[in-house]
């Protein structure tokens, strides 16, 4: 509803189509790391995990009507960074998720884009109330997510 006058509509479109599939896609990522993580090798996942969404987007390219731009160093150079932050972040998810269930993992990752507006208002990206409205809302998701309440004790008779 947030995100403008059409938002009260029920209607599917491309866009909501493609974010269903991207779920499902990732909703199997978190449980094959977490079902794996523990017993194999998260460096060598992870360089998988790369290599494949790489020649796979890569492989799209011309179905989507990408190009490859100019390779002059500027762009060799924002790509070699791109690719070392990929890796890294790529395995640091792998290693932690031996520690934390499948679960807990989906409610870390769904902060994402909190944390992203927020280093984007640090770079000088000015938000919307509405973005801000929307960040708020996932923070409370999250710490609802997060809530245990105590099962009641059954009396005994």
Not at 94 to 121: C, D, F, H, M
Request: aromatic share 6%; glycine share 12%; proline share 3%.
């Amino acid at each position: 509803m947030l995100a403008g006058p059409d938002g009260t509509s029920l209607g599917l479109g491309r866009g909501e189509v493609l974010t269903l599939i991207a779920t499902v896609a990732i909703a199997a990522e978190i449980l094959l790391v977490g079902g794996f993580a523990g017993k194999v090798d998260v460096r060598r996942v992870s360089i998988i995990q790369l290599a494949v969404a790489s020649t796979l987007c890569f492989a799209l390219m011309p179905v989507t009507g990408e190009s490859v731009s100019h390779l002059g160093w500027g762009v060799i150079a924002a790509t070699a960074l791109l690719g070392f932050a990929s890796a890294l972040i790529q395995v640091t998810m792998n290693w932690a998720q031996r520690k934390v269930s499948p679960t807990r993992a989906t409610v870390i990752y769904a902060g994402e884009p909190v944390w992203a507006g927020l280093v984007g208002r640090l770079a000088g990206e000015r938000l919307p109330a509405l973005a801000i409205l929307g960040a708020a809302l996932i923070v409370v998701g999250v710490l609802v997510s997060e809530l245990r309440f105590k099962a009641k004790a059954k009396a005994s008779a």
